[in-house]
Each structure stands twice: as structure tokens, then as C-alpha cells.
């Protein structure tokens, strides 16, 4: 019986992870979080009857209190999913959150000796050094969960760190692939939200739309699998079948094909490293006799986000944390429509270049920078938009 902590359980991945949780019957959910939206995490307490949750939001916790049974611990406040990370009954933390709220919750399930699955991109983007860090001390495993990520996972069983060339996260392009260029500046959030292939919550659809969340991925690579920036790539593949490649130095390419669904890598790190048969209908190589797969370059003009994370790459220390903590205001401030779509990599570039990165930074100072960064964004005046 797997024993999980569930953090962001009313998320789509939380709700994903629950639905493999129930395919895989031997499941017991311990502990569930939340931010703020007590409806939903209530009617999952009710089905799931973890021994406890926590809710980000403290008045939101107070009014989950009168809506499930007394016997369930309810811990409030920032630091509830990091607690509930370290509850002593789980084996495995799967850290859904959205943001550097993942951070500490990630630290804290490593400490008490949980093996963490990783959801949350931002997590290893803002802090990887000391996730990686905690990662040795613990001894314990880091299962990635992003699909790309799950895909080179799989891809590298077996395989010498020596041996690899590159790897490749492929992306679908988003909803503006084709686009005319001279009106991508003017795209609304409906349009922006319209994925072509992937069904996922609005901040992370936004930034498929731009590519900063494979520009984000590019940096989570980098510490997931001890790899230089240049030896991690990125190409366009609209039919989003193939998940991600790894090219070895002898010219040997592996790949991980499978349908887009977050479900499939969801289970592998809940059943890591046993595989047992999922949700998903198999791909049937009859049925798609005639499909063309195809790989572009990522168009810099189209999608300068993605070049922003890897300019925060290179400059390592509190950098990628600010180039995080810019975008996810960017992004909120375009989908309440005070920004054009437009605006968004303009405003991420203005940010990072008034900070000067802290190198080797404490948890602290990360905190700190992501603090600075979301005050900076939304100071930006609308000279930002040229």
C-alpha cells in the first residue's frame, strides 16, 4: 500500500493524481492540501478520508472546519503543506502546486525521509541547487512527474550519465503556432487558454502559449538530470505524441511515446519502478497508418520567453527565481486583462534586468528575490509595452 501526501489535490493534476489513485486501488491518500477552494477539497475528504489537510488560505480553513467530520486534522497558514509534507503516516509526497509555494513543502518531505513525485516546475526552477542538495543528504528519490521530464526520465534507465550527448523536451507550440506574428501581440486570454492538445490549468496553458513553461522545463532539466545548458534542447512537435528524446554519443536516439495525457506519468511515479496498466487506451500503430510526426525549431520572434529562462539559466543563483516569480504575475495580471498578451516577455525582461542574482543562494534570499520580483512586475509602468 503506497501512502501519499497530496499537495494541490484540487488542481487538475491533483484531480488526475486522484483518479489514478483510484485505478490503482492500493492507494491510501493520508493527507490532501489545498489553497483556498475548501468546496472541492471537501468533497474529496469526504471520499478519501485523509488523516489530515492543509489549507494555504486561514479563513478558507475555517470554513472547511464546519464542512467534514471533527476527526480530521486541519492544518491553516503558509506553512500547513510543508507540515502535512513531513506527516509521519506517507511514504511518497506529490507536490502539484502551483508557484515557489512548492519549494518549502518539497525541502520539508525530503528532510522527514519521503520520496518526493514533482509536478511543480517552479520548485526546482527557483531552488534546484537546494532541492539537489537535500536530494543527496536524504538519500531518498526525486520522481519527475512533467511529462517531458517523466519522458527522459524513462528514456535514461540504464543509461550512463556519460553517454548522453543532449536530451530534447519537446513542446506542442501552443495555440499560436501559425499565428500571423503582427497579431500575436493582441491575443486574448480565451485564445491564449485554447491548448490544441493539452487539457491543464489556466497559468501553465498561458505559458505553453508563450513556451516559458518549456523554458522553465529547460531549467528543471538542467538539475533533475545533472546536465549543462547546452545539452538540453527544445523542438516544436504539434502532435504531442512524443514526449521527449535523448541523444546518446554513439548517435543512438531514444524516445518516449505515448498518448498526451498527465495520468500515464502520474502512475509511473506512483507505481515507480513497477509498471502496471493504466487508464489510457495504448497508441494502435494501424489505426495511425499515415500520421506524420513533425519536429521544428522554436521561432525566437514567436516565443522570446523561451530565451528570457535560459539567459536565467545562465545566470544562475536567485535569476531563475525572479524570472519565475515575473512571469506567474505577468501572466495573472494578462489573463485579469491589465496586460496585453503581448506584454508578458516584455515585463519578464524588464524585471530581470534590474536584479542582480545572489549567487549560491539560502532559501531565504530565494524567497526574497521571488518576494522583489512580484512587487517589480506589477511597479512597471506602460512604457513596458514597447
Known amino acids: 500500500m503506497k501512502r501519499l501526501v497530496l499537495l494541490g489535490s484540487t488542481g487538475s493534476i491533483g484531480r488526475a493524481t486522484l483518479d489514478v489513485a483510484d485505478h490503482l486501488g492500493d492507494v491510501e491518500v493520508v493527507g490532501l492540501a489545498a489553497r483556498r477552494?475548501?468546496?472541492?477539497l471537501a468533497a474529496q475528504i469526504g471520499r478519501?478520508?485523509?488523516?489530515?489537510?492543509?489549507?494555504?488560505?486561514?479563513?478558507?480553513?475555517?470554513?472547511?472546519?464546519?464542512?467534514?467530520?471533527?476527526?480530521?486534522?486541519?492544518?491553516?497558514?503558509?506553512q500547513s503543506a510543508a507540515e502535512l509534507a513531513a506527516h509521519p503516516a506517507a511514504d511518497l509526497v506529490l507536490v502539484a502546486v502551483v508557484g515557489v509555494v512548492g519549494l518549502l513543502p518539497t525541502l520539508a518531505a525530503l528532510r522527514a525521509g519521503k520520496d518526493v513525485a514533482l509536478a511543480t516546475k517552479e520548485t526546482l526552477v527557483a531552488g534546484g541547487p537546494l532541492v539537489m542538495a537535500e536530494l543527496q543528504r536524504s538519500g531518498r528519490r526525486l520522481l519527475p512527474v512533467d511529462s517531458e521530464h517523466s519522458a527522459i526520465f524513462q528514456c535514461l534507465e540504464g543509461v550512463a550519465h556519460g553517454a548522453i550527448q543532449r536530451v530534447v523536451l519537446t513542446a506542442s507550440g501552443g495555440p499560436f503556432l501559425h499565428r500571423p506574428l503582427e497579431t500575436l501581440a493582441q491575443a486574448t486570454p480565451e485564445e491564449a487558454l485554447a491548448h490544441p492538445t493539452w487539457k491543464m490549468g489556466r497559468k501553465v496553458t498561458v505559458d505553453a502559449a508563450t513556451l516559458m513553461n518549456k523554458g522553465l522545463e529547460v531549467i528543471e532539466a538542467r538539475w533533475l538530470f545533472d546536465l549543462a545548458p547546452e545539452q538540453?534542447?527544445?523542438?516544436?512537435?504539434?502532435?504531442?505524441?512524443?514526449?521527449?528524446?535523448?541523444?546518446?554519443?554513439?548517435?543512438?536516439?531514444?524516445?518516449?511515446?505515448?498518448?498526451?495525457?498527465?495520468?500515464?506519468?502520474?502512475?509511473?511515479?506512483?507505481?515507480?519502478?513497477?509498471?502496471?496498466?493504466?487508464?489510457?487506451?495504448?497508441?494502435?500503430?494501424?489505426?495511425?497508418?499515415?500520421?506524420?510526426?513533425?519536429?521544428?525549431?522554436?521561432?525566437?520572434?514567436?516565443?522570446?520567453?523561451l530565451d528570457l529562462a535560459r539567459s536565467a539559466?545562465?545566470?544562475?543563483?536567485?535569476?531563475?527565481?525572479?524570472?519565475?516569480?515575473?512571469?506567474?504575475?505577468?501572466?495573472?495580471?494578462?489573463?485579469?486583462?491589465?496586460?496585453?498578451?503581448?506584454?508578458?516577455?516584455?515585463r519578464v525582461r524588464r524585471t530581470m534586468e534590474a536584479h542582480r542574482p545572489v549567487a549560491a543562494p539560502s532559501v531565504e534570499e530565494v524567497l526574497a528575490a521571488d518576494g522583489w520580483a512580484r512587487t517589480a512586475v506589477r511597479a512597471l509602468g506602460s512604457e513596458v509595452r514597447r
Do not use: C, K
Not at 545566470?315 to 506584454?343: C, K, W, Y
Open 232 to 305: 538540453i534542447g527544445v523542438v516544436i512537435h504539434p502532435q504531442s505524441l512524443v514526449h521527449g528524446l535523448v541523444e546518446l554519443r554513439d548517435g543512438s536516439v531514444l524516445a518516449q511515446v505515448a498518448p498526451p495525457d498527465m495520468r500515464l506519468p502520474i502512475q509511473l511515479a506512483l507505481t515507480y519502478p513497477e509498471r502496471r496498466p493504466s487508464l489510457l487506451r495504448a497508441l494502435s500503430w494501424e489505426e495511425r497508418a499515415g500520421t506524420v510526426l513533425t519536429f521544428l525549431p522554436p521561432d525566437p520572434a514567436r516565443y522570446p520567453s
Open 48 to 78: 478519501y478520508r485523509p488523516r489530515a489537510v492543509a489549507v494555504e488560505d486561514p479563513a478558507a480553513a475555517a470554513r472547511l472546519r464546519g464542512m467534514v467530520p471533527p476527526e480530521v486534522e486541519i492544518l491553516a497558514g503558509p
Open 37 to 40: 477552494d475548501v468546496e472541492t
Open 313 to 346: 539559466l545562465l545566470a544562475g543563483g536567485t535569476m531563475p527565481a525572479v524570472l519565475n516569480a515575473a512571469n506567474e504575475v505577468a501572466v495573472q495580471l494578462f489573463l485579469d486583462r491589465h496586460i496585453s498578451f503581448g506584454e508578458i516577455p516584455v
